[in-house]
C-alpha cells in the first residue's frame, strides 16, 4: 500500500472541520458504546487509568467527535464539558443526551479560538484531535489554559514513528518508515492526519508549562489480536509496535 504524503501549510482549520461535517452517520452509530476496536482495546484503558477516579471532578472532552467518550466519562460520575467544531458530529452527540439526559455540556466551538473556559477543569482530555488539526497550536493552548492550576491534561495521538502500521505490516512483514522528522499531511478516508515527531508535542507542552507525568505506548494483547486476526489481517503488529501514544502532563 503507497501512502502519499502532503505538507501541511495551505490547509486551514476551517477546510478540516468542513470535512469532519461529512462523517457518515453510520460511522458515527458503529462507535457506540465505546469506540472502535482501537479505543476499545488500547485507548480507553490507558486514558481512565491516566485519569484516575473522575467521580465529582469537572472533565473536559476537548474534540469530543461523537461523544463516546464523554458519554464513558458521565458514566463514571465527571461533570462533563465537551467541545466540537464540527456540527454533525456535535448533533449527533447531543442527539444522545437528549436520550440518556447524563448532564453533558456540548459546546459547539473551535478548540484553537478562545474559549472562556480558562481554570475550569480538572482535567482536560484531548484524545485523537490534535494530530487531525493543521493548526494545532491554539487548540493546545486552550487545552492548557481550560485547565486549573495542578490540573491534568491527557492527549492521545497516532503514535507518530508509527502511524502507517497496520497496513506496513501486511505489505512487508514488519514496519518501515521515512521522513519521520518532517511534517506533512496525510490522505484518510474522511479527512486527513498531519504527521509530526512526537518531541513537537512534548516540547510545546513544557513550554505552556506542564510538566510530563507519563508517556504511554500501548501495545495489543495477544488475546486480542487473536479474537481479530481472521478479520484484520496484520493485527498481531499491534502486540510488537505501539500504534498510539498517550501523554499525561500536569498543569505547573
Same mark, same amino acid.
Given at each position: 500500500?503507497?501512502?502519499?504524503?502532503?505538507?501541511?501549510?495551505?490547509?486551514?482549520?476551517?477546510?478540516?472541520?468542513?470535512?469532519?461535517?461529512?462523517?457518515?452517520?453510520?460511522?458515527?452509530?458503529?462507535?457506540?458504546?465505546?469506540?472502535?476496536?482501537?479505543?476499545?482495546?488500547?485507548?480507553?484503558?490507558?486514558?481512565?487509568?491516566?485519569?484516575?477516579?473522575?467521580?465529582?471532578?469537572?472533565?473536559?472532552?476537548?474534540?469530543?467527535?461523537?461523544?463516546?467518550?464523554?458519554?464513558?466519562?458521565?458514566?463514571?460520575?465527571?461533570?462533563?464539558?465537551?467541545?466540537?467544531?464540527?456540527?454533525?458530529?456535535?448533533?449527533?452527540?447531543?442527539?444522545?443526551?437528549?436520550?440518556?439526559?447524563?448532564?453533558?455540556?456540548?459546546?459547539?466551538?473551535?478548540?484553537?479560538?478562545?474559549?472562556?473556559?480558562?481554570?475550569?477543569?480538572?482535567?482536560?482530555?484531548?484524545?485523537?484531535? #490534535?494530530? &487531525?488539526?493543521?493548526?494545532?497550536?491554539?487548540? *493546545?493552548?486552550?487545552?492548557? $489554559?481550560? %485547565?486549573?492550576?495542578? !490540573? =491534568?491534561?491527557?492527549?492521545?495521538?497516532?503514535?507518530?514513528?508509527?502511524?502507517?502500521?497496520?497496513?506496513?505490516?501486511?505489505?512487508?512483514?514488519?514496519?518501515?518508515?521515512?521522513?519521520?522528522?518532517?511534517?506533512?499531511?496525510?490522505?484518510?478516508?474522511?479527512?486527513?492526519?498531519?504527521?509530526?515527531? #512526537?518531541? &513537537?508535542?512534548?516540547?510545546?507542552?513544557?513550554? *505552556?508549562?506542564?510538566?510530563? $507525568?507519563? %508517556?504511554?505506548?500501548? !501495545? =495489543?494483547?495477544?488475546?486480542?489480536?487473536?479474537?481479530?486476526?481472521?478479520?484484520?489481517?496484520?493485527?498481531?503488529?499491534?502486540?510488537?509496535?505501539?500504534?498510539?501514544?498517550?501523554?499525561?502532563?500536569?498543569?505547573?
Amino acid at each position: 500500500m503507497t501512502t502519499h504524503h502532503r505538507t501541511t501549510h495551505h490547509r486551514t482549520n476551517r477546510a478540516a472541520i468542513d470535512q469532519w461535517n461529512t462523517y457518515p452517520r453510520a460511522a458515527m452509530e458503529a462507535m457506540e458504546p465505546e469506540g472502535d476496536f482501537a479505543k476499545r482495546h488500547l485507548l480507553n484503558p490507558v486514558l481512565f487509568r491516566l485519569l484516575g477516579d473522575v467521580r465529582g471532578r469537572r472533565v473536559l472532552d476537548a474534540g469530543c467527535g461523537q461523544g463516546y467518550f464523554s458519554r464513558l466519562l458521565a458514566d463514571r460520575g465527571a461533570h462533563v464539558t465537551a467541545v466540537e467544531p464540527a456540527r454533525a458530529l456535535l448533533d449527533y452527540a447531543r442527539e444522545k443526551e437528549a436520550e440518556r439526559r447524563q448532564g453533558i455540556r456540548y459546546v459547539h466551538a473551535e478548540l484553537g479560538q478562545p474559549l472562556a473556559m480558562e481554570g475550569e477543569f480538572d482535567a482536560v482530555v484531548c484524545s485523537m484531535v #490534535l494530530g &487531525t488539526v493543521p493548526d494545532w497550536k491554539p487548540a *493546545l493552548r486552550s487545552c492548557v $489554559r481550560a %485547565l486549573r492550576p495542578g !490540573g =491534568l491534561l491527557v492527549i492521545s495521538l497516532n503514535h507518530p514513528a508509527f502511524e502507517q502500521l497496520l497496513s506496513t505490516w501486511r505489505t512487508h512483514g514488519a514496519y518501515r518508515i521515512h521522513r519521520y522528522l518532517e511534517e506533512y499531511e496525510i490522505p484518510q478516508t474522511h479527512a486527513p492526519d498531519y504527521h509530526r515527531p #512526537l518531541s &513537537t508535542y512534548l516540547n510545546e507542552l513544557a513550554g *505552556l508549562g506542564c510538566r510530563l $507525568r507519563e %508517556l504511554a505506548e500501548p !501495545g =495489543l494483547s495477544a488475546a486480542a489480536a487473536r479474537d481479530a486476526e481472521p478479520t484484520t489481517p496484520g493485527i498481531e503488529s499491534y502486540t510488537q509496535l505501539p500504534n498510539f501514544a498517550v501523554i499525561a502532563a500536569s498543569l505547573e
